[in-house]
């Protein structure tokens, strides 16, 4: 079928059309072609009303044909090689033996709401690569509380700090006092920090409690926090790097407070924002098992940016969640790897609001010539004229 011609065709048959796509494809990302035309954008809350015979489909005004035709390519299972879908069933193996754990942690979490995707670059590297050496996973893990923590008057707010402390440190107790019934070893309160920020003290809470746990399963290689070590204030966030010799990948599990996405925030490359949702309160992935792989392939979620980078061969990084340093930084250590991983896309600096363009145009120069495609004498000028 020649997609271009699918606005000119009867609604029944655009919609039927839409729905097979959606066998194949994840919804969320058919969204970036298709609109639906009779539900108002904001008011997507009131589907349930319509029909689903009723539900009409046309082609985005921005619809790009070679990003379809790449779409369609890249992410269609049934398409993949078969050294792919080894790829995927490896990566299921390491995804599972984590939820696993999860799953027993949260017989006797007593506090937290816990949402787990899996992200990071090895999603891109199984998608773009056709023989990708994939020995590393990371999982962002994002806490909230449980909603009769608040029903008990637990605010997490300035004016009851010390009351709420008081409240989650009985809460620890309950929980060690949980792990004692079921023979686990309990809690070691000594290293949970004493401070009076709440977050602080559950993300230490939750932080100790998980790599206990995970103690059983896995060897902890490394325990490391994310977040700047001068400015405690907002140490929310730390990370667990696990590893099992049964499993081909080591992961890192990164774990932070859903308030402050602090994992998300370091995917600076645009082609590395892809994620899949693993377990969350409308999502198992785990608990049918059935087409496993193909339910895991289709679940993977793509940023819009990833559509345009991909189809004009751009490295795209955003640079406005990023102080100078950080940037610098990432040009200088990071970005070579992912170069060397994809020597045929280019570097794309952007910025709305925080770093001028005078300032990226220099990085780029600079990129430039650390790449040696140019050494004329007016990429050395622009260079000392571009202004930081």
């Known amino acids: 079928m020649n997609i271009q011609n699918f606005n000119q065709l009867p609604q029944k048959e655009r919609l039927k059309i839409f729905l097979d796509l959606k066998q194949k494809f994840n919804e969320e990302n058919l969204n970036y072609f298709f609109k639906q035309v009779n539900i108002p954008e904001n008011r997507r809350d009131l589907e349930y009303l319509v029909p689903e015979s009723e539900l009409d489909y046309l082609l985005s005004s921005e619809f790009n044909h070679s990003e379809w035709e790449k779409f369609i390519k890249l992410f269609d299972y049934d398409n993949i090689s078969s050294n792919k879908k080894e790829i995927v069933n490896s990566i299921i193996c390491s995804a599972e033996a984590l939820i696993n754990s999860i799953s027993d942690f949260n017989k ?37 509380y449980k909603p009769y923590l608040s029903k008990n008057g637990f605010a997490y707010d300035k004016r009851n700090e010390k009351r709420d402390y008081v409240f989650l440190i009985n809460e620890i107790q309950k929980e060690n ?6 023979g686990k070893p309990i809690l070691d309160l000594s290293k949970i920090s004493n401070e009076i920020n709440l977050h602080i003290l559950a993300k ?18 490394v325990l490391t926090d994310i977040s700047k070590q001068e400015n405690p204030a907002t140490n929310f966030a730390k990370t667990i790097n696990l590893k ?35 377990l969350n309160k409308e999502i198992d992935l785990f608990e049918d098992k059935k087409n496993i792989k193909n339910k895991f392939f289709k679940s993977i979620i793509i940023p819009d940016y990833f559509h345009t980078d991909i189809s004009k061969s751009k490295i795209t990084f955003d640079t406005e969640a990023f102080t100078k340093k950080e940037i610098e930084h990432i040009l ?20 709305r609001f925080t770093h001028s363009k005078d300032y990226l145009n220099k990085l780029m120069i600079k990129e430039e010539l650390k790449s040696g495609l140019s050494h004329n004498n007016n990429t050395d000028k622009n260079y000392k004229k571009a202004k930081i």
């Open 108 to 144: 006797y979490n007593n506090c937290f709401i816990i949402d787990i995707k899996l992200t990071g670059s090895a999603l891109t590297d199984l998608i773009l690569l056709d023989n990708s050496n994939i020995v590393h996973l990371d999982f962002a893990l994002q806490y909230g």
């Open 177 to 182: 006092d949980s792990l004692q019934k079921i």
């Open 204 to 221: 230490d809470f939750l932080f100790h409690s998980i790599s206990q746990h995970f103690n059983q399963n896995f060897f902890i290689e």
């Open 244 to 278: 099992n010799e049964k499993l081909k990948h080591s992961l890192g599990l990164h774990i932070s407070p859903k308030f402050m996405s602090a994992y998300e925030k370091k995917t600076d490359f645009s082609i590395l924002g892809l994620t899949v949702n693993i």
């Open 332 to 351: 200088d250590y990071d970005y070579p790897m992912v170069k060397s991983k994809y020597p045929n896309f280019e570097l794309k600096l952007v910025s």
